[in-house]
């Protein structure tokens, strides 16, 4: 019998033998080509902020602090500094160097917290987390009675949600089937439903309304992730769940705020004493300190940036739209969406067809990312192209002149990428 170090040892040499070649897996999702990009696809910065002035000012000050660039631009910057002072909530002592269960109403985690809850979710709550893999994982984790509750789980849901209802009974629902979960909600009964609003691994879009529907039919809970759509949809971009008009009917509304705020941070949003209660039964919470503040300012201006970033949005859809009929017409098999979604999910198949289709559009000079067990199926990785606002009209004619060249010179190699009954559009 194995040790556990000897088992341990076996199954590393097995990864890297069969997945990576030896080299581990950055050496297959890495750029073949990273000095010829100019076109970035390959991250979540939808509304293109990480660059904005208005976001990074305080960034820039702190740069400027830490002696990189001269003193003469040091003493431009401390206006910077100013507005930062200004800017900030005002706290007491460091309210942040602890578990944030101690936090009190007065710090400026929970002013924040109220602003987003209020200016852009619309929930009565908010609980700001490290991350939006700690939200879910913390939130289910804080719900699920192990082996008792029932947990109707989208197959293309987020790791973190999985992760987070493992102690549940788990129902895998076919991915945004609303007969398969109905099926299951009158074999299984109540329970909670959980679904991402806009799906990372494959650009489409949850039905907000008839999950309520179904939700209030059987009596169950539901839960939203709205990561990759807060921001981008409905008035002042509050998400899908606004947009449906369907807020008040979700129980919990989840995120990451690392993607279109730029923040590194994560939340639940809820009615305010279902919140205090999963704020004290969630291990995540309880056992994970409170946000730094250089974050939770970061976070305030991005609030602020966005609630007004209506062109932005506007941009970022006409760009998706565009991109999407153009694989759509070229007969990729891509998702169709009821709205425009920023992300296009090129299918590879096995790890070998994703790495050929990242080298076709890096010749072109455009970055995409690859996915690959265990964010995807087996063999079912694939090539992500994530739109952003600050993409040109010449950018976007690049992107679609790419999918034209991969159509017309390299269907034969990608027997996973385009529909299976398509023809050749292009001679």
């Not at 009596?219 to 992730?225: E, F, G, R, S």
């Not at 009917?249 to 809820?270: E, M, N, P, W």
Request: proline residues 3%; negative net charge.
């Amino acid at each position: 019998m194995n040790s556990t170090r000897e088992q341990f040892l076996q199954d590393m040499q097995k990864y890297f033998e069969s997945s990576t070649t030896g080299k581990g897996i950055i050496d297959l999702l890495a750029s073949t080509r990273p000095n010829c990009i100019d076109i970035y696809l390959d991250n979540n910065d939808y509304l293109h902020l990480s660059f904005d002035p208005r976001l990074i000012a305080d960034d820039v000050y702190q740069y400027n602090m830490n002696n990189v660039i001269s003193k003469t631009e040091k003493v431009s910057c401390q206006s910077l500094l100013d507005e930062k002072q200004q800017l900030l909530i005002p706290r007491q002592g460091s309210d942040n160097i602890m578990s944030g269960l101690f936090l009190q109403e007065a710090s400026c985690q929970y002013q924040v917290s109220d602003l987003l809850a209020e200016q852009i979710l619309g929930k009565e709550s908010v609980y700001l987390t490290q991350s939006g893999y700690v939200a879910n994982y913390g939130l289910l984790q804080a719900l699920v009675i192990p082996a008792k509750t029932h947990i109707y789980i989208d197959t293309a849901a987020h790791e973190s949600l999985w992760q987070g209802a493992s102690r549940g009974i788990i129902h895998k629902i076919k991915h945004n089937s609303l007969d398969d979960l109905e099926e299951n909600l009158r074999k299984f009964g109540s329970g909670i439903i959980v679904v991402d609003s806009l799906y990372s691994g494959k650009g489409s879009i949850a039905d907000l309304i008839e999950l309520c529907n179904l939700k209030e039919q059987y009596n169950c809970m539901l839960i939203v992730d709205e990561s990759h759509s807060i921001g981008l949809y409905g008035q002042h971009g509050c998400g899908l769940a606004s947009l449906g008009n369907v807020t008040d009917r979700i129980d919990f509304i989840t995120g990451s705020l690392a993607k279109a705020y730029c923040v590194r941070a994560g939340f639940i949003a809820g009615r305010t004493q279902e919140i205090l209660y999963v704020r004290e039964k969630s291990s995540a919470a309880i056992f994970s300190s409170a946000l730094m503040n250089w974050d939770i300012q970061r976070l305030q201006r991005a609030i602020n940036i966005i609630y007004n970033a209506d062109e932005e949005r506007q941009r970022l859809m006409h760009i998706a739209t565009t991109v999407r009929h153009a694989a759509v017409t070229l007969k990729f098999d891509v998702e169709q969406t009821p709205l425009p979604s920023p992300i296009l999910c090129l299918n590879g198949g096995p790890n070998l067809f994703s790495k050929k289709l990242q080298s076709y559009f890096e010749n072109a000079g455009v970055s995409g990312a690859i996915f690959i067990a265990p964010a995807t199926p087996l063999n079912g990785s694939m090539l992500r192209l994530t739109f952003h606002a600050g993409l040109s009209d010449e950018d976007v004619s690049r992107i679609i002149n790419t999918l034209e060249f991969i159509a017309q010179h390299h269907r034969s190699d990608l027997p996973y990428t385009f529909l299976k009954r398509s023809t050749t559009l292009l001679n």
